[in-house]
C-alpha cells in the first residue's frame, strides 16, 4: 500500500515546477525578440543603403540646384558695365577698389599715411589704366586765379585730379562755386605757418590723398598765386612721359644754407648731404610714397628744423639728394624770380604781365628734358597778385594757348 505524500512537499514540488516553466518561457520570449532585432536592423539598414544609392543616383543624373547667385561676366577686367548677360548683371571685379575714395574722409593723419602708403609688387596692371596728374594746391583761402584754371582744365576731366589744401577757418561755401572744378576738392586740412614744419606736413597730406586714387600717376605741388604757362597737353605729356623727376637742390655754403644744419641729425643725415631748393616739386608715384612713408628722415626734421630752419626748403631736396638722386632733374619746374633779394620771391602785378614776359617764360631758357636739350624749362610760375587775372586771361589764348 502506497504512502500518502505529505501535502507541504506537494506544494514545494508544484511550485520548482512552475519557477522552472516561467524561467523557460522568459528565455524562449527572449530569444524570440533577440532573434526578431537582429533581422529587423539588418532589414533597415538594407532599407537605409537603397534609400541613398536611390538619392545619389537622382544626384548624379540632374542638375546642381540653384545657391541663388546669378553669374557674371567674364570680360572686363575693370569690371566696367554689362556684358548684356542672360542674368543682366555686370561683372565686379576691381570696381569697388579702383574707385576714386571720398575726398571728405575723416582718417587722422597717421591712419591716412598708412593706407595710402600700399602699393602693390606686381607693376603689370590688371586693367585698362589712363594716368592722371594730380595737382596739389597749398593754400590759405580760395585759389585766386580760378578762372585761367577752369579754362585750363576745361574738357581733360580724365586726365587730372584736384587737391586743395587750405586754411581749417577757410569758409568754403565763400570761395569756389557748384560747377568749379575747385569745388568740393578740399582735403581735411590743418593749420599751417610760413617757414614751418607743418608745411611739410601739409605737402604730405595733400601726397597721401592724392595717393589714395590710383590713377594719379604725377603729382605737382602748385600755390594759389601759381599760373600754367602752357596748355593742359602740353603740360600733361612734359610730366607724364618725363623718365625723372623734379625737384631743386643744391648745396650751398652759409648761413641760410648749411648754416640751418643741426648736428643732432646725425648720424642719419650729415652736413654733406644737407641741400636747400625750392619746395615747388614735380614728381612721380614712386617718389610720392618714399616721401609719405618716410619714418626716418622726417622726424628729424620735425624735432631739430625749427625757427630759422625752414624744413619745406631743405626737407625734400636733402631727402631726395640722400636717397633717390639718380632719378631726379635737380630743377623744378616751377619759374620764380629771386632776384630783388630777400625772404620771398618777387610779386607780380597787372602791369608787370606783358606778352614778352611771358614768352620769356616758356622759351626764354635752356635745359635737358630726358637726355635732350630743350628750351621748355618751366611749365608754372608765381607769384602772380589777383589783379593780374584781367591780362592773364586776355593773352591765354595766344601767348598762353589756353581756352
Known amino acids: 500500500m502506497m504512502k500518502n505524500v505529505p501535502q507541504s512537499s506537494f506544494t514545494k514540488l508544484f511550485n520548482a515546477q512552475l519557477h522552472i516553466l516561467n524561467l523557460l518561457s522568459f528565455f524562449l520570449f527572449f530569444g524570440c525578440g533577440l532573434i526578431l532585432g537582429i533581422i529587423l536592423s539588418f532589414s533597415l539598414q538594407d532599407f537605409s543603403f537603397n534609400l541613398h544609392i536611390t538619392q545619389f543616383s537622382q544626384l548624379s543624373s540632374s542638375p546642381p540646384p540653384s545657391l541663388g547667385l546669378e553669374s557674371v561676366s567674364s570680360s572686363g577686367g575693370d569690371g566696367g558695365g554689362d556684358d548684356g548677360g ?6 565686379v571685379g576691381l570696381r569697388e577698389y579702383l574707385k576714386p575714395p571720398n575726398i571728405t574722409h575723416d582718417m587722422e593723419d597717421e591712419e591716412l599715411l598708412w593706407r595710402a602708403s600700399m602699393s602693390p609688387k606686381i ?8 594716368p592722371k596728374v594730380a595737382f596739389l594746391f597749398l593754400a590759405r583761402g580760395p ?34 562755386p557748384p560747377g568749379s572744378v575747385f569745388h568740393g576738392r578740399r582735403i581735411p586740412s590743418k593749420k599751417v605757418g610760413w617757414g614751418d614744419v607743418n608745411m611739410v606736413e601739409a605737402e604730405r597730406r595733400l601726397l597721401a590723398n ?18 600754367p604757362l602752357f596748355n593742359f597737353t602740353t603740360i600733361y605729356s612734359h610730366l607724364i612721359n618725363s623718365s625723372q623727376n623734379f625737384v631743386e637742390l643744391y648745396d650751398l655754403e652759409g648761413p641760410v644754407g648749411r648754416g640751418r644744419y643741426s648736428p643732432k641729425m646725425g648720424p642719419q643725415i650729415s652736413i654733406d648731404q644737407w641741400r636747400k631748393g625750392s619746395q615747388w616739386f614735380q614728381i612721380d608715384r614712386d617718389l610720392a610714397i618714399e616721401i609719405i612713408s618716410d619714418k626716418t628722415y622726417f622726424p628729424l626734421f620735425r624735432n631739430y628744423c625749427n625757427g630759422n630752419c625752414y624744413a619745406d626748403e631743405h626737407y625734400l631736396p636733402t631727402f631726395v639728394y640722400m636717397k633717390f638722386g639718380e632719378k631726379n632733374a635737380n630743377r623744378t619746374l616751377t619759374w620764380v624770380d629771386w632776384t630783388y633779394g630777400g625772404p620771398h620771391p618777387r610779386r607780380f602785378i597787372r602791369t608787370g604781365v606783358t606778352v614778352e614776359f611771358l614768352n620769356g617764360l616758356r622759351s626764354g631758357y635752356n635745359c635737358e628734358y630726358n637726355g635732350n636739350s630743350t628750351n621748355i624749362c618751366y611749365l608754372f610760375a608765381r607769384k602772380f597778385l589777383p589783379n593780374t587775372l584781367d591780362r592773364l586771361l586776355r593773352y591765354a589764348p595766344k601767348v598762353l594757348h589756353i581756352g
Open 123 to 130: 607693376q603689370e596692371y590688371p586693367f585698362e589704366r589712363v
Open 143 to 176: 585759389v585766386l586765379l580760378a578762372p585761367l584754371w577752369e579754362k585750363f582744365f576745361k574738357g581733360y576731366e580724365d586726365l587730372y585730379s584736384i587737391y586743395v589744401h587750405s586754411s581749417p577757418s577757410f569758409n568754403e561755401s565763400e570761395g569756389e
Open 210 to 227: 592724392a595717393l589714395l586714387d590710383l590713377s594719379n600717376e604725377r603729382f605737382v605741388l602748385l600755390s594759389e598765386s601759381c599760373i
Open 86 to 91: 542672360d542674368a543682366g548683371f555686370s561683372r
